[in-house]
Every structure is written in structure tokens, then in C-alpha cells.
């Protein structure tokens, strides 16, 4: 290339990077993956250091000398004390061998002791204490200062408010000091709201990082709240007084441990570039049991005073580097493009493949997002496409081998109309997505009942999926008002011997007319309201004809959430729900035909503290009640119920066949109790902790 044209490559590889740290860091959308994105900057960094003079003439401000920018609208920024850097990174063994071979020269030691740790793929943050008490968390930001995210990190349960008092490594006890770390969803939370998501036929989040990112990111912590965010926290930022540091970065991570904050699970100690390579090699084969997603190791040399003297570039430290796992990725025949539509009418592609092992697993199926990814990827019916699991756990396709497309492979035309109902398909304003606006779409209508009618919602034993699917087949169910019209004459006909299940049916129709006030909130499918936000209206609104002419000074006043837990989007989601005429009118019909669900009972102030901060771990199967059942008591009590034992949880109430939550239980000491200490505890007396 001559140097116009290196000039121009420059340019268009520094506008590239850019719009990728835009999507990746400010909306936690990324369009390319990580090995993309690292071979864009490669080509950027090898360019500029071959061709200076035409770097400096491209432009005065270069993607690879600063890190990039999480910034975004509506937070207050903080300047940090220490600059927050990012890592220079490598997918090369090779590399991370010349690393070491740098620092030895640099520092002069032929010697070094490294520490190798598990690199997490989550949100940089910096917390900060000040004489042991919590006062800040800051995003990294651009490196010098930061989005103050305070509020909401203060919803994860396992960031401690105040340090414990214990055995400092320091010289002195600091008064102030900088912990780094990151901010991440557990693959079992990530899970938990894909298959929510499944279950509407509304598009997967495509993984855990992304996420976190964005939901740290939201401006009302009563939202952030709804999705259960953890951290880790291994850095050392700025200390007060200075200098005051442990000797070596594992005894920092042993300090943090001791002050009783969440912190890396597992490191190694070597002495030699081959020990690095073992440890990380070992990482590999364990890293698929971590409850977070790892991306890679982070090698970082052991001697904090030898770090200080190695020191930095103008973006990351030189005593530190990161290794990248490589994704695993499959190629295989893009059989077809197939299209779901969602309980709200969203347009979902899904890659029909032919069978491919990946990952531990044989894929079939994957996500292709949308629309505008399918035309910025030219995905084909027909082509071979590379597929890789999003965060070690969703399928996705993420290229095609142009180089075995067949003439007969043509770009794929999104429909203009629901492919179920042939209704003109809406892109609505700020959306990406497409929708079928048609409510008797009778995919939405099958969506929208079985939502109501499930477990989660007002329950009605006898109208599962292949049930729903043949009375709204009939014409007999075309809203979920018509579940209570259905007539007995019409449901004989189905079949022979049909009759005790016709009446059994009908039973739990009437029944479910009774069900729990937040039940029958929870399946009407308001958008963001979901079971733990509908018990919080449930409960404050009393009905559901309150609830449905409330106003947006019964959920915000003064710019304060008025009920715990519902912030302004869901607010306004519910607002904008009763808005709509035809909402209004299911709610009257469902009424008229004598659905009157059941309020929650008054919470006593005795009745709410007795379990006040109190968090359960149930596990096994009860003796006379159901999982759900003691959920319910516990909520009441003023207590929570989580998914995962951790050193937080108060008590695992465990039942028979308990499984691996018991054990784990055991190993960490947490209480364990039975069904009849539970009912005891109830009734106002203490645990009995060896009860099981």
C-alpha cells in the first residue's frame, strides 16, 4: 500500500473500532464478537507501529492509546483516584511467553513470580471504602473518571456495606481505598430470564456480559433489583494513606477475602512462563463449573512493588496480560431461516441447522437477533455458516464461508407479514424489532393463554400447550376472557371418554376465577411486570379495577419510587397497558364473567419483620407443602427466596431427595432446617439448626 492508502486504512479501521466500542461499552449491544473485534485492533496497532508518520496524519486520537468509553446519559461521573486501566490481551501462547520475557529484561530478574487468575467477562467497576464503610461504586468509564452507579450496586446482595475488621497486610489500616473488580450475572440468572423470554417467543439476550452491562446501566435501581447481579472484586486502586500495600497480589486477594468481600474463587502462584501455561491450561478443563462466565486468564506479576516500578502505557499496565480463550466455533449447512412470533408479537429468525457438535452439545438450532443482523451478515439459506456459543451458553451464528456459497444461495427477504396470520408486519419507533399488530394472531393468542393459564400465572390444570392449541384451533379461545366461555357441549366433542376430564377442566377454570390477585396480574403479561413485581402490586393495590386506574403519582412522586421495587419503566409499562382500549376491555370482560381474584392479606408490621432480611434456599420435596406454598410464607413473613446457596443465604429449607443445594449448604455452614422447624419459625419460635 502506498501511504494515502495506509492513510485511509488507518481511517477506516480507527471509525470501525470506534462504532464497535460505542455499541459494546455505552449500550452493551455488540454487533461483532470479541476475536473480531481483537483483530481489528491488531491490524490498527501493527499498522501504526509500521507506518507512524501516516498514523499521526490519519487522525491525532487513536483507538489504541486509550481505553474504551462506558459513559452514558443520566449518570453522575466520578473521577477516580487511580486511573482505571484496561489490559493489553493475546490468544497467542507464544506472546504471552514474550511478555514474560519483557518484564524479565525491564526489571532486570531473570526470576519472576506471576499470579494467574480466572478472567471474568462482566462490567469493570471501582469501589470505594472509606474507614471500612461503603461510599461509591464508579464504572471504569474512559480510564480517568466514571458513571456513578452507587445506587444500583448497593442492590447486589453480595457487595458488603461495611469491611470486617480483621488482620490488615498493610502497614498501616487504609482510611480510604479503591477495590476494582468486575460486575457479572451467574449463568443460572442468565438462564432464568432467557427462558422467560423463550417461553413469550421473545428474542434471547445474547449473553450474560452484555446483560450485567446494560442492566447496572439502568436509571432506577428498583429495576436493577429485578435481576440478581453479583461481584468480584481483585484490584487495588488508590490507598489512603500511601504508600500502604500488601506485599504481593496474592496476599491482596487474601486481604480481600479477609475484609469479607466477594472475591476471585480460585488463582495460582507460578514461577515460569511454563507454569503459566499449565495453570492455564488447568483453568480451561475447571472453568465450566464457575457460576460466571470466563473469557480467559489474566496473568499479572506477584510483587506489587515490582509492579509500581514496571509501570504502564498510556492504557494498560505492562506487568499485567491477558489471555483469551479462543471460542470454540462449529461450521455447518444453514438449513433454514425460520420465524417465531412472540405473546407481544415480536418477529424472532431462528437458524435452522444441520446438526452440529459444539461445545459439549449438539446444536440444532440458533440465534440470528434480528433482521439488520441477518443483512449485516448476509446470512443465506444454504451457506455454511460458523457458529459459536454467545457466552459458553446461547448458539449463535456469527459468519458465513462465503467461499463455499452456492449460486442458488440468495439474501434472505424478512416477511412483510406475519408468517401465521398475513397481517402487515410494524416496526415501532426506537425498536429494532418487527411485530405482528394483530391481537387475534392466533400464535399471540395461543402465547398470551398459556401465559395466563400456567402454573406461574392463575394456574387452570387441564390448559396446557396442546389443550390451548386446540381451543384456540376450534375458534372457541380467541382472547384469554374466552378460556371462561368455553362450554361443556363443545369440549365432549373432542374425543371419547373425555368427559371426566371436560369436568375437571371446567372445575379449574372455575377455580382459577378465585386465584391469587397477583397471579392474575402476572398473566396479563404487562410488559417488565413479572411474579415478584405483580405480588409488590398485588399488594399495594388491593385489585385489579385499582390498579387499572392508577396513575403515574401512585408509583413516582417527587421523583421517588412510591412502592418498593416497581420503578419508573415499569410505571409507565403499566400505564401504557390500561391505556390501551383493549386491555381496559379484557379486564371488564374478565370481571363480568366472574373472575374476582383474591387479595393478599394484610401484612401485620409483627407478620412482615418476623423473616425482615432473612434469605431461604429451598431444596428436596416437603412433606405437606409445595415449594411454592412455602415461597408464599416466606414472602409474607417479610422474607426472600433465592435459587443458589451462598455465604448470605439464612436458611436451606430442605425436604426429601434434597440434591446438590444441601451439600453445598453443609460445606459453608448455612443453616439447614426441615418442613416442621420452618412451620415453628412461622408460629414465632426459633430454628432448631440440627434439624436435618
Same mark, same amino acid.
Given at each position: ?158 457487595? @458488603? ?12 489500616? @487504609? ?129 506489587? @512493588? ?292 383474591? @387479595? ?93
Amino acid at each position: 500500500m502506498n501511504p494515502d492508502e495506509i492513510r485511509a486504512r488507518i481511517k477506516k479501521l480507527r471509525a470501525d473500532i470506534a462504532h464497535h466500542d460505542e455499541l459494546y461499552y455505552r449500550k452493551a449491544e455488540p454487533e461483532i464478537s470479541d476475536v473480531e473485534y481483537d483483530r481489528l485492533k491488531k491490524s490498527l496497532t501493527e499498522l501504526e507501529d509500521a507506518h507512524p508518520d501516516c498514523a499521526q496524519d490519519a487522525s491525532a486520537d487513536s483507538p489504541t492509546e486509550r481505553v474504551g468509553d462506558d459513559r452514558t446519559e443520566g449518570f453522575a461521573t466520578y473521577t477516580h483516584r487511580e486511573r482505571m486501566m484496561s489490559l493489553d490481551n493475546t490468544y497467542s501462547e507464544t506472546e504471552l511467553r514474550e511478555f514474560c520475557a519483557r518484564l524479565e529484561k525491564l526489571l532486570g530478574r531473570e526470576e519472576l513470580t506471576y499470579v494467574v487468575e480466572p478472567k471474568i467477562d462482566g462490567l469493570a467497576v471501582s469501589v470505594t471504602y472509606e474507614h471500612g464503610k461503603l461510599v461509591r461504586a464508579v464504572t471504569r468509564g474512559n480510564g480517568v473518571e466514571g458513571d456513578d452507579i452507587t445506587a444500583n450496586a448497593l442492590t447486589i446482595k453480595t457487595l @458488603p456495606r461495611t469491611l470486617k475488621k480483621g488482620d490488615d497486610l498493610f502497614s498501616q489500616s @487504609p482510611d480510604l481505598i479503591e477495590i476494582r473488580g468486575e460486575i457479572f450475572m451467574t449463568t443460572a440468572e442468565f438462564q432464568r430470564i432467557n427462558k422467560l423470554r423463550e417461553e413469550a417467543a421473545e428474542p434471547l439476550y445474547a449473553n450474560p456480559r452484555n446483560l450485567a452491562a446494560g442492566t447496572i446501566k439502568q436509571l432506577d435501581p428498583r429495576e436493577v433489583a429485578q435481576r440478581k447481579l453479583e461481584i468480584v472484586l481483585y484490584g487495588l486502586g488508590a490507598c489512603e494513606p500511601a504508600p500502604a500495600l500488601p506485599p504481593t497480589q496474592h496476599d491482596w486477594h487474601e486481604q480481600v477475602r479477609a475484609w469479607g468481600l466477594p472475591t476471585l474463587e480460585k488463582y495460582w502462584v507460578v514461577k515460569s512462563a511454563d507454569e503459566i501455561c499449565d495453570a492455564i491450561r488447568e483453568l480451561d478443563k475447571m472453568r465450566e463449573k464457575f457460576a460466571y462466565a470466563t473469557d480467559g486468564a489474566v496473568v499479572k506479576l506477584d510483587s506489587i @512493588p515490582l509492579q509500581r516500578e514496571a509501570g504502564a502505557t498510556s492504557k494498560a499496565p505492562r506487568w499485567a496480560m491477558a489471555y483469551k480463550f479462543a471460542p470454540e466455533r462449529a461450521e455447518t449447512r444453514l438449513n433454514a431461516i425460520t420465524i417465531q412470533v412472540g405473546r407481544t408479537g415480536v418477529l424472532t429468525p431462528v437458524a435452522e441447522l444441520e446438526p452440529v457438535h459444539l461445545a459439549g452439545s449438539t446444536v440444532q438450532r440458533a440465534t440470528l437477533h434480528n433482521r439488520d443482523e441477518i443483512a449485516r451478515k448476509d446470512i443465506r439459506v444454504g451457506d455454511f455458516v460458523y457458529v459459536e456459543k454467545a457466552g459458553e451458553i446461547i448458539p449463535a451464528v456469527v459468519g458465513v464461508n462465503t467461499a463455499k456459497r452456492a449460486p442458488e444461495c440468495v439474501p434472505f427477504v424478512y416477511p412483510e407479514k406475519c408468517p401465521v396470520c398475513e397481517t402487515p408486519v410494524v416496526q415501532l419507533e426506537g425498536e429494532v424489532a418487527l411485530r405482528c399488530p394483530n391481537r387475534e394472531c392466533p400464535v399471540q393468542v395461543r402465547r398470551r393463554v398459556r401465559h395466563f393459564a400456567s402454573k406461574a400465572c392463575v394456574d387452570i390444570d387441564g390448559l396446557g400447550e396442546a389443550m390451548v392449541d386446540t381451543v384456540v384451533e376450534k375458534g372457541w379461545v380467541r382472547s384469554v376472557a374466552d378460556i371462561y366461555r368455553l362450554r361443556r357441549d363443545d369440549l365432549m366433542t373432542l374425543g371419547k371418554s373425555v368427559e371426566k376430564s371436560t369436568d375437571n377442566l371446567l372445575a379449574a377454570i372455575e377455580t382459577s376465577k378465585r386465584a391469587d390477585l397477583w397471579r392474575f396480574i402476572h398473566g396479563l403479561g404487562i410488559t417488565h411486570i413479572g411474579a415478584s413485581a405483580s405480588k409488590d402490586l398485588a399488594q399495594n393495590f388491593r385489585s385489579i379495577d385499582a390498579l387499572a386506574k392508577s396513575k403515574y403519582e401512585d408509583f413516582i412522586l417527587e421523583k421517588k419510587t412510591v412502592i418498593e421495587g416497581i420503578g419508573e419503566t415499569m410505571a409507565l409499562a403499566i400505564i401504557e397497558y390500561f391505556n390501551e382500549p383493549q386491555n381496559r376491555m379484557l379486564v371488564g370482560e374478565l370481571l363480568a364473567l366472574g373472575v374476582n381474584p383474591t @387479595p393478599p392479606p394484610e401484612r401485620s408490621a409483627a407478620t412482615s419483620a418476623l423473616f425482615a432480611g432473612k434469605t431461604f434456599v429451598l431444596t428436596g420435596t416437603l412433606p405437606t407443602m409445595t415449594r411454592e406454598q412455602a415461597t408464599e410464607k416466606i414472602e409474607a413473613a417479610g422474607g426472600k427466596v433465592s435459587g443458589s446457596v451462598s455465604k448470605k443465604t439464612s436458611y436451606v429449607l430442605a425436604g426429601a431427595e434434597a440434591g446438590s443445594k444441601l451439600a453445598k449448604a453443609e460445606s459453608l455452614g448455612v443453616p439447614v432446617i426441615d418442613e416442621a422447624e420452618f412451620v415453628r419459625m412461622l408460629d414465632g419460635g426459633g430454628a432448631d439448626t440440627q434439624a436435618v
